[in-house]
C-alpha cells in the first residue's frame, strides 16, 4: 500500500464523524433529559422539564418559532439499535413526524447488522426508516465486487432497507481491488450497484468530501478552527489526500452517469459554500435532490434575498436533514458536529429551535445551530408555508415512497 493511501486510511477511519456526518457503525446519542411534552411548530411548547436551557442557550423569541405544526421527515439521522426510545422522544418534543437512520449498514452474517437495525427500528411504531450502507469489504474480491454488492442491496430491499447511503470514505479512505489506490467516488466498478438502486426505486444518499475549510492548514485562521483545534485528525490539509474538487468532479461524473438513479447530495449538495454551483448541479441533472443536514450555519451565512430565490427556485428539490446522532450515552449525542465537551440539554434546545428559525423567520444575525461550526452568525430564510410544506415533509414523502404513520 502507498504512502498517500495509508495516511488517507487513516484519516478516513479517524474523521469518521467529520463535518457533521457519522461514521457507518452506528452509535450516537440523544438528549440528557427525558423531555417536555411534544412541540407545536417545533418549539418545546410547554415550558421544558428541569432540565430546561440556562439563560445562557439564547432562548428563541415568540416570534422565533411560530405556533403553526408542520409535518416533518428528517432524511439524515444516525440511530444507534439501542437509541430508538430517545429517537422518539426527540422526535415528539421537537415536532417531527418520521426519521431516516443513515446508519444501517449492510445484511447477513456473521453480525446481521441490517437486520438488527431494521427490527430496531419497527419498535418506532413505523416512524424510522432505515438506509443500507455498503459492505466496501467485498472490493477485495476484485472483479465482480460491484454485482456483489448489488445483489446486497436487492437483499437489503427485500429485508426493508428503502434506499443506499454512501459515505465520505469513498474517494478518501477505501482502498481499491490493487490495494494501492484509493476507490474513487466514479469508479466503474461500482456501477451495477448504482444502477441496480436506480432499478428498484432506492434513493441514494451520497456524501462527497467535507467543508472547503478541512483542506486549508489547521491554525487560528481557518474558519473551522474551532473544530480543528478540538479534532485535529479532522484535517484534509497536506499531500496524499484527493482535493476538495477531485472529489466533487467525480460527484458529478457519478450522478451524470447514472441518470435513472436519484441521488442525494447530503449537506446541501456537498457544497454549501457555494449555493450557485449547487444550483447549476439542480440544473444540469434533474436525478439530483440535496438535504440540509449539518450545514443550516453555513448556508445561512449566504444572503437572505439569494437564498430565498434559491428555495423557490429548487422548493421540489430540497430535502430537510438534521445529522442528529442518537444512541443510548449521552457522551455519544451528536448535533450536526460536537467539540470537546459531552453535549447539554441547552445544545439541544439551541440546535432545534435555530433550525426552525432558519427556515421558519427572516430574523437576523442569530446563533446558529451548530456554533462549533463557526463563529459567525446566521440570517432566517421566512420560507412561505407552500415551500416549508415541500422541504419539511412532501419531497421526502415523494423520493422515499415512504409516510410516517398519521401523516
Known amino acids: 500500500m502507498t504512502g498517500s493511501v495509508a495516511r488517507a486510511l487513516v484519516l478516513a477511519a479517524a474523521t469518521a464523524a467529520v463535518g457533521g456526518c457519522r461514521r457507518a457503525t452506528p452509535i450516537a446519542v440523544a438528549s440528557a433529559s427525558d423531555g417536555a411534552s411534544a412541540a407545536n411548530g417545533g418549539s418545546p411548547g410547554a415550558t421544558p422539564t428541569q432540565t430546561a436551557a440556562p439563560a445562557t442557550a439564547a432562548p428563541p423569541t415568540a416570534a422565533a418559532l411560530p405556533s403553526k405544526r408542520y409535518h416533518r421527515i428528517d432524511v439524515h439521522t444516525h440511530i444507534g439499535p439501542d437509541g430508538i426510545p430517545r429517537a422518539v422522544r426527540l422526535m415528539n418534543e421537537w415536532g417531527i413526524d418520521g426519521v431516516v437512520n443513515l446508519s444501517g449498514m449492510y445484511p447477513g ?80 466498478g461500482l456501477d451495477p450497484l448504482f444502477e441496480r438502486a436506480g432499478a428498484l426505486g432506492m434513493p441514494v444518499a451520497i456524501h462527497i468530501g467535507d467543508p472547503k475549510a478541512f483542506w486549508k492548514p489547521v491554525s487560528p485562521e481557518n474558519e473551522r478552527w474551532d473544530e480543528l483545534r478540538v479534532h485535529p485528525e479532522w484535517s484534509f490539509a497536506g499531500p496524499g489526500i484527493p482535493s476538495w474538487q477531485q472529489l466533487y468532479d467525480a460527484f458529478e461524473r457519478l450522478g451524470a452517469r447514472h441518470k435513472k438513479t436519484t441521488f442525494i447530495g447530503v449537506h446541501f449538495g456537498n457544497d454549501p459554500e457555494d449555493p450557485d454551483n449547487v444550483a447549476r448541479m439542480l440544473d444540469k441533472y434533474p436525478n439530483l435532490f440535496i438535504d440540509t443536514a449539518a450545514r443550516v450555519p453555513e448556508i445561512g451565512r449566504h444572503p437572505q434575498e439569494k437564498m430565498r430565490r434559491f428555495y423557490a427556485k429548487y ?83 415523494r423520493v422515499l415512497r415512504w409516510r410516517p404513520p398519521g401523516t
Not at 469513498?170 to 482502498?175: A, H
Not at 421566512?382 to 421526502?396: Q, T
Open 315 to 397: 422548493q421540489s428539490r430540497v430535502l430537510f436533514g438534521t445529522d442528529t446522532g442518537i444512541g443510548a450515552d449521552d457522551a455519544d449525542m451528536m448535533y450536526g458536529s460536537n467539540g470537546a465537551g459531552v453535549p447539554t440539554r441547552a445544545d439541544e434546545i439551541r440546535f432545534f429551535t435555530s433550525t426552525w428559525r432558519y427556515f421558519q423567520t427572516p430574523d437576523r444575525q442569530f446563533e446558529s445551530p451548530t456554533p462549533i461550526q463557526g463563529r459567525w452568525k446566521i440570517d432566517g430564510v421566512g420560507l412561505p408555508e407552500s415551500v416549508l410544506r415541500k422541504i419539511y415533509f412532501e419531497n421526502a414523502a
Open 109 to 188: 452474517p456473521p453480525r446481521n447488522m441490517l437486520e438488527t437495525q431494521l427490527a430496531a427500528a419497527a419498535t418506532s411504531g413505523g416512524r424510522i426508516a432505515v438506509f443500507m450502507t455498503p459492505n466496501f469489504k467485498l472490493v477485495r474480491m476484485g472483479k465482480g465486487y460491484g454485482e456483489a454488492m448489488a445483489a446486497e442491496l436487492t437483499a437489503a430491499k427485500r429485508l426493508g432497507a428503502r434506499g443506499l447511503k454512501i459515505t465520505k470514505g469513498l474517494g478518501l479512505g477505501i482502498p481499491g481491488p490493487d490495494g494501492q489506490h484509493l476507490l474513487t467516488v466514479d469508479d466503474p
